[in-house]
């Protein structure tokens, strides 16, 4: 996958949007389901109610799913990882720690999450990352081994 520019630095080896836009049909849904319960409830065809429903509710979802998009997606290039709105650079990551098996934690597992957020986000699954200068770190996706798998090759190939 690569940009429509064609430059090899900006091409998108591993990328997750956060959320998406589809939730936005909730509000029609919303509207719709407020109208079928005027009708059978026998107040025929008032249309202020389900437009209100229909406006609130998408606008609502549209702010979270923007939200989301914003502080959720991931965005990995050769050059840099994306988390949220954080940009690590791949030259600052040494090592990509093996995943976390058993019931013992990890001690990688209670480091900072990259991006802005204050830990993993809901759903996502953390990747544990050795730092330069002996920091440890979190990155994190929905498709983890992807991500893993994508993180782990990009950093073999560099530090050998």
């Not at 090899?8 to 956060?18: A, D, Q």
């Not at 719709?32 to 509710?57: D, H, K, N, R, T």
């Not at 081994?145 to 990009?154: I, V």
């Amino acid at each position: 996958m690569t940009n429509p520019s064609g430059d090899p630095s900006t091409e998108r080896l591993f990328y997750e949007p956060g959320a998406s836009w589809a939730w936005l049909l909730a509000g029609p849904a919303a509207g719709g389901a407020m109208l079928a319960i005027q009708i059978s409830a026998g107040y025929g065809l008032q249309p202020l109610v389900p437009g209100l429903f229909l406006v609130l509710v998408s606008g609502f979802l549209a702010v979270q799913v923007k939200a989301a998009r914003i502080h959720t997606s991931v965005e990995l290039t050769p050059e840099t990882l994306r988390q949220g709105a954080e940009i690590t650079k791949l030259s600052e990551i040494v090592a990509v720690y093996p995943p976390a098996t058993g019931s013992e934690m990890q001690k990688w597992q209670s480091a900072r999450a990259l991006g802005e957020l204050t830990g993993v986000p809901r759903g996502r699954t953390g990747i544990g990352l050795k730092l330069s200068g002996s920091r440890t770190a979190q990155a994190w996706a929905r498709r983890h081994a992807t991500l893993r798998a994508e993180l782990t090759r990009l950093v073999e190939e560099r530090v050998p």
